[in-house]
């Protein structure tokens, strides 16, 4: 599998914003679905946000409102936009891409469920 890279995480203060883009050194997965997940220290892997092929998404709720998930039309670049950013969404963020459907509600994310996952991109957020 073509592995998937994120950036754009970092260091910054609450009600701040930041953009992370998950790219693939191909354009292999522009029929793919993706999504973001995050992982906070201690904490479980858990879904943030997920788009499909014909640009549908759909989000957790914790982040409805703040964070926008969107891509390039025919590419492989995702990105999340994160606004208004609070302490609690400090968390290593990873993207991933699957053939099907990426169900972000599970209460535990199994990571060798899906195709293909980010190494991540770290957010902190100081209060």
């Known amino acids: 599998q073509v592995p998937l890279v994120e950036s754009g995480g970092g260091s910054v203060q609450a009600g701040g914003s930041l953009r992370l883009s998950c790219e693939a050194p191909?354009?292999?997965?522009?029929?793919?679905?993706m999504a973001w997940f995050r992982e906070a220290p201690g904490k479980e892997l858990e879904g943030v946000a997920t788009?499909?092929?014909?640009?549908?998404?759909k989000s957790v709720d914790s982040v409805k409102g703040r964070f926008t998930i969107s891509r390039d039309s025919g590419k492989s670049t995702l990105y999340l936009q994160m606004n208004n950013l609070k302490p609690e969404d400090a968390a290593m963020y990873y993207c991933?891409?699957?053939?099907?459907?990426?169900?972000?509600?599970?209460?535990?994310?199994?990571?060798?469920?899906?195709?293909?996952w980010g190494r991540g991109t770290l957010v902190t957020v100081s209060s």
């Open positions: 788009i499909d092929p014909d640009g549908n998404t």
């Open positions: 191909e354009n292999v997965y522009s029929g793919f679905h």
């Open positions: 991933a891409a699957d053939r099907f459907t990426i169900n972000i509600f599970l209460p535990k994310i199994r990571r060798n469920r899906l195709d293909v």
